[in-house]
């Protein structure tokens, strides 16, 4: 059986040699913090990466972002019913991602 980092490693410094690691974006720049990133599994990563830059993202994505600016909201809020009706907002978004994301995994099985 082949040595995978060898050959990765032979892969790397080839792709050094013929320039095709010159002008990347990003380059020379620290990676973006992320430490959501963590927990996610890298197939996934790579596969949400490769739908986002194709613009089709699953549901549970577009509702994490509106759980995160409902959050924001609530935290701004200062009035009591204002802070009620985004609590409700927030629970609600929070039961539709966990359905989209349990349906998510149920389909990739």
Known sequence: MPNFDRLTEAQIRKAEAEGKLKNLEGEGRPLPHRPGDALIDPGEAVGYRIMAEAGALPEEVGLKAQMDAARADWQAATDPDEKKRLMARIADL???YEIARDA??????
């Not at 998510?104 to 099985?109: D, E, L, S, W």
Request: charged share 55%.
């Open 94 to 96: 929070q039961m539709r």
């Open 104 to 109: 998510r995994r149920k389909f990739m099985r």
